[in-house]
Nanobody, 116 residues
Framework: QVQLVESGGGLVQAGGSLRLSCAAS????????MAWYRQAPGKQRELVAA???????NYADSVKGRFTISRDNAKNTVYLQMNSLKPEDTAVYYC??????????WGKGTLDTVSS
Protein backbone atom coordinates (compact mmCIF):
# COMPACT_ATOMS: atom_id res chain seq x y z
CA GLN A 1 0.00 0.00 0.00
CA VAL A 2 1.37 3.38 -1.04
CA GLN A 3 1.51 6.08 1.58
CA LEU A 4 2.77 9.65 1.49
CA VAL A 5 2.69 11.10 4.99
CA GLU A 6 3.29 14.81 5.48
CA SER A 7 4.46 16.34 8.73
CA GLY A 8 5.85 19.61 10.03
CA GLY A 9 2.94 21.92 9.41
CA GLY A 10 1.51 24.30 11.96
CA LEU A 11 1.04 27.89 12.97
CA VAL A 12 3.80 30.42 12.48
CA GLN A 13 4.07 34.19 12.45
CA ALA A 14 4.80 36.10 9.28
CA GLY A 15 8.51 36.11 8.59
CA GLY A 16 8.99 32.77 10.29
CA SER A 17 9.98 29.38 8.94
CA LEU A 18 8.57 25.89 8.69
CA ARG A 19 10.03 22.67 7.37
CA LEU A 20 7.68 20.13 5.88
CA SER A 21 8.57 16.48 5.47
CA CYS A 22 6.89 13.81 3.39
CA ALA A 23 7.77 10.19 4.08
CA ALA A 24 6.93 7.76 1.29
CA SER A 25 6.34 4.05 1.57
CA UNK A 26 5.15 1.40 -0.84
CA UNK A 27 6.89 2.94 -3.86
CA UNK A 28 10.36 2.82 -5.35
CA UNK A 29 11.00 6.36 -4.19
CA UNK A 30 14.09 7.07 -6.28
CA UNK A 31 12.26 6.66 -9.59
CA UNK A 32 9.56 9.18 -8.75
CA UNK A 33 9.66 12.90 -9.16
CA MET A 34 8.35 14.53 -6.02
CA ALA A 35 6.46 17.75 -5.55
CA TRP A 36 4.66 19.95 -3.08
CA TYR A 37 1.31 21.48 -3.93
CA ARG A 38 -0.88 23.75 -1.85
CA GLN A 39 -4.50 24.73 -1.74
CA ALA A 40 -5.69 27.86 0.01
CA PRO A 41 -9.33 28.30 1.04
CA GLY A 42 -11.49 29.03 -1.99
CA LYS A 43 -8.61 28.56 -4.42
CA GLN A 44 -7.42 25.84 -6.75
CA ARG A 45 -4.58 23.54 -5.87
CA GLU A 46 -1.29 24.88 -7.21
CA LEU A 47 2.21 23.55 -7.67
CA VAL A 48 4.65 25.04 -5.18
CA ALA A 49 7.88 23.16 -5.87
CA ALA A 50 9.06 20.03 -7.62
CA UNK A 51 12.22 17.96 -7.70
CA UNK A 52 13.14 15.40 -10.33
CA UNK A 53 14.78 12.04 -9.79
CA UNK A 54 18.06 13.71 -10.71
CA UNK A 55 17.61 16.53 -8.23
CA UNK A 56 16.58 19.29 -10.63
CA UNK A 57 14.17 21.71 -8.96
CA ASN A 58 11.36 23.97 -10.08
CA TYR A 59 9.44 26.59 -8.10
CA ALA A 60 6.35 28.69 -8.38
CA ASP A 61 7.26 32.34 -8.88
CA SER A 62 5.52 33.24 -5.64
CA VAL A 63 7.94 31.15 -3.56
CA LYS A 64 11.22 31.49 -5.45
CA GLY A 65 14.02 32.54 -3.14
CA ARG A 66 12.00 31.65 -0.03
CA PHE A 67 11.25 27.92 -0.34
CA THR A 68 13.65 25.05 -0.98
CA ILE A 69 12.68 21.53 -1.96
CA SER A 70 15.06 18.63 -1.37
CA ARG A 71 14.95 14.87 -1.23
CA ASP A 72 16.76 12.09 0.60
CA ASN A 73 16.43 8.87 -1.34
CA ALA A 74 17.99 6.87 1.50
CA LYS A 75 15.13 7.96 3.76
CA ASN A 76 12.39 7.96 1.10
CA THR A 77 11.62 11.51 2.15
CA VAL A 78 11.11 14.84 0.45
CA TYR A 79 11.35 18.14 2.29
CA LEU A 80 10.12 21.67 1.83
CA GLN A 81 11.98 24.36 3.74
CA MET A 82 9.84 27.47 3.88
CA ASN A 83 11.41 30.74 4.98
CA SER A 84 10.17 34.33 5.15
CA LEU A 85 6.61 33.07 5.32
CA LYS A 86 3.75 35.37 4.41
CA PRO A 87 0.07 35.21 5.34
CA GLU A 88 -0.70 34.36 1.71
CA ASP A 89 1.30 31.14 2.14
CA THR A 90 -1.47 29.86 4.41
CA ALA A 91 -2.81 26.68 2.82
CA VAL A 92 -3.03 22.94 3.05
CA TYR A 93 0.22 21.58 1.65
CA TYR A 94 0.19 18.27 -0.19
CA CYS A 95 3.02 15.97 -1.11
CA UNK A 96 2.82 14.27 -4.50
CA UNK A 97 4.74 11.56 -6.31
CA UNK A 98 4.80 11.76 -10.08
CA UNK A 99 6.00 9.34 -12.69
CA UNK A 100 6.84 10.67 -16.15
CA UNK A 101 5.02 13.92 -15.43
CA UNK A 102 1.82 12.39 -14.08
CA UNK A 103 0.93 12.56 -10.37
CA UNK A 104 0.30 9.01 -9.28
CA UNK A 105 0.01 9.48 -5.54
CA TRP A 106 -1.03 12.21 -3.12
CA GLY A 107 -0.56 12.69 0.57
CA LYS A 108 -3.45 13.73 2.77
CA GLY A 109 -2.06 17.19 3.36
CA THR A 110 -0.85 19.29 6.26
CA LEU A 111 -2.23 22.69 7.23
CA ASP A 112 0.16 25.60 7.47
CA THR A 113 -1.16 28.85 8.89
CA VAL A 114 0.85 32.06 8.75
CA SER A 115 -0.43 34.81 11.01
CA SER A 116 0.16 38.47 10.28
Amino acid sequence: QVQLVESGGGLVQAGGSLRLSCAASGIVFRIYGMAWYRQAPGKQRELVAAITTGGRTNYADSVKGRFTISRDNAKNTVYLQMNSLKPEDTAVYYCAADFVGRVDYWGKGTLDTVSS
